[in-house]
């Protein structure tokens, strides 16, 4: 082979090599790879399950619609079981395996925040959803974006409920909350609250996680007069506080975060679950007046089986809402899909809407959080259905 041969092919391989360089992760002709982190197996699979039922819907539906500006989605999940360190873990072989573009599901507050250096280092466009923590965003990243009011956020505007459309500003308040990072948040916005208020705070109680009997707790609670209690749990946690008000003969405004808008906590609760307040930013799955709840359930009727539409729930709906958030921002890219060009757009949403199924959608120049607003939702044990029975409101 003479030297113009070796040189014209020399430059032809350089010209090969420099196009590969230039292809973006996850991104073909024909498809997109996103990655999901979710807890699928153990009790929290209550939570995963339902998110990444969502997420197969949305991935259903746009796939039918002719995909993203021609290219399809294709959507890796890993069960993390809802430990941080596999959180990590499943996050490296989607990087490594399947080279993922980016991941809009974050599994919880501490497997996201094992994840966030990765996700950092990498500028991987992240949308989290599922459970929001200061810590998410304060500092910013800037390729993670999450949307919902934090705990303290969510509790404080919830209690802003209680005291001026209930009339409970007199009431004598009390708190239980975990002894853990969501748990202070919760705490947060209980003492927020008290403080713009000038509620009438007796009681804090303190619990491990887990913790199964809270007898003790609220005979406390009782001898302290207790009439608003408000339930920093998780899921069993609410039912059981609960159930031991109404062995107690209590009468309590009871206000759970959104974690209490789960029908297993009415379940557990029987008929001492009637009446409860849950704060969140989602509608409930039977609020077929809101359009895009009305548009999710009868997706999910056409993608989903009868045993998995049963197995969703309200992280169905914010997962579903945080997959429209991140297809706008890809499709506004057109054919140049790029990681940059995705982050670019989350950043300047303004007011996005997601046909109700979230208060406007709005980021910015280094804000990486979208609190969103705050409802509240009231259970019906008999049918174990919530009403919505609050305007949205816009959290502090």
Not at 52 to 63: I, Y
Not at 102 to 117: E, R
Not at 255 to 262: I, V
Not at 314 to 334: K, N, P, Q, T, V
Request: glycine residues 10%; proline residues 4%.
């Amino acid at each position: 082979m003479n030297w113009i041969l070796k040189g014209t092919l020399s430059a032809a391989l350089l010209a090969v090599g420099a196009t590969g360089a230039m292809a973006e992760h996850g991104v073909s002709d024909d498809k997109i790879v996103l990655g999901a982190v979710d807890p699928l197996t153990g009790p929290p699979s209550l939570l995963g399950k339902a998110h990444s039922l969502a997420l197969k819907v949305w991935q259903e539906d746009v796939n039918a619609r002719g995909g993203i500006n021609g290219r399809k989605i294709e959507i890796v999940f890993e069960d993390d079981g809802y430990v941080p360190a596999r959180a990590l873990q499943g996050l490296k072989k989607m990087i490594d395996v399947n080279d993922i573009f980016g991941l809009i599901g974050t599994s919880g507050s501490a497997q996201l925040a094992a994840m966030m250096p990765l996700i950092d280092e990498l500028g991987i466009p992240t949308l989290n959803n599922m459970a929001v923590n200061s810590h998410h965003f304060n500092p910013p990243l800037n390729s993670l974006f999450v949307v919902g009011p934090t705990y303290c956020q969510e509790v404080s505007t919830g209690i802003g409920y209680l005291v001026e459309e209930k009339g409970l500003k007199d009431g004598k308040f009390a708190l239980a909350f975990q002894d853990d990072e969501y748990g202070d948040d919760v705490r947060c916005g209980y003492l927020k609250a008290v403080e713009k208020y000038g509620l009438n705070n007796v009681l804090e109680l303190e619990f491990k996680r887990g913790q199964k009997d809270f007898s003790a707790e609220m005979l406390r609670a009782r001898a302290a007069g207790v009439t608003v209690l408000i339930s920093g749990g998780v899921v069993a946690e609410h039912a059981i506080l609960l159930k031991e008000a109404a062995k107690n003969r209590m009468e309590i405004a009871f206000l759970g975060t959104h974690a209490s808008h789960l029908t297993p906590v009415q379940a557990l609760a029987g008929s001492a679950g009637d009446g409860y307040y849950a704060a969140d930013y989602v509608p409930a799955l039977t609020s077929l007046e809101v359009p895009g709840v009305a548009n999710f359930m009868e997706l999910a009727s056409t993608y989903l089986s009868e045993g998995e539409v049963k197995s969703l729930n309200r992280y169905s709906l914010a997962g579903y809402a945080g997959a429209l958030i991140f297809e706008h921002a890809m499709a506004e890219c057109g054919a140049d899909l790029t990681r940059e060009c995705v982050i670019a757009n989350l950043q300047s949403l303004d007011g996005f809407e997601t046909g109700g199924l979230l208060g406007p959608v709005t980021y910015g120049e280094g804000v990486r959080h979208a609190p969103t607003a705050v409802i509240v939702l009231q259970s019906n044990a008999a049918d174990k259905s919530f009403s919505i029975v609050s305007e949205r409101m816009e959290v502090e």
